[in-house]
């Protein structure tokens, strides 16, 4: 068990034959309590500002851990947004791929309608010009036979006689 200041005041020598100066060993007594007063202080004073620091130490250890933490969580949560981004891009990508080929299909199919249509058309314009052709030539036939001359005299003399008659 350390002394304490009073140990040291309370301290007696026992006296003996040619000892030393009881002032002067009083006085040093007196010194060394003020001395060891002042070291106990300083002592008590550097414990509690070690428990302070300490204190403090925790709190930033604490401070250290909880920033540790989070930026383990901010890392996972980049991680998982980037993951998540990745996927939703290739869903993205895909999607638009599917609606690509849909349209493209749309197109090739609207254009085999419309080549079919054409294909169509083509036919009945030639089955039209044909018949077209067939009409004229019978027309032309019809205009190249004797039966007009035929009918031009008749109108002739019709009118002729319809003219004497008159005059």
């Known amino acids: 068990m350390p002394l304490t200041p009073l140990d040291i005041h309370n301290k007696e020598f026992t006296k003996g034959f040619r000892g030393y100066d009881e002032d002067e060993v009083n006085e040093f007594l007196d010194q060394v ?3 060891y007063e002042m070291v106990i202080r300083e002592r008590k ?14 709190h930033f250890t604490n401070i250290e851990t909880t920033l540790n933490k989070s930026i383990l969580i901010a890392q996972e949560t980049a991680e998982e947004v980037r993951g998540n981004a990745t996927k939703e891009s290739k869903l993205i990508i895909k999607e638009a791929e599917k609606n690509a080929d849909r349209i493209i299909n749309e197109a ?15 036919k009945q314009g030639k089955v039209f010009r044909t018949r077209l052709r067939m009409l004229i030539e019978a027309q032309l036939e019809m205009i190249g ?22 005059s």
Do not use: C, P, Y
């Not at 419309?114 to 169509?120: K, N, R, W």
């Not at 036979?145 to 008159?166: C, M, P, Q, V, Y």
């Open 45 to 58: 004073e550097l414990k509690e500002k070690m428990e302070q620091l300490n204190e403090k130490l925790g």
């Open 33 to 35: 309590i003020k001395d």
């Open 145 to 166: 036979t004797d039966d007009w001359d035929h009918l031009f005299d008749e109108e002739i003399g019709e009118e002729l006689e319809l003219a004497e008659n008159r």
């Open 108 to 122: 090739l199919n609207k254009s085999r309608r419309i080549s079919m249509d054409v294909e169509e058309l083509k």
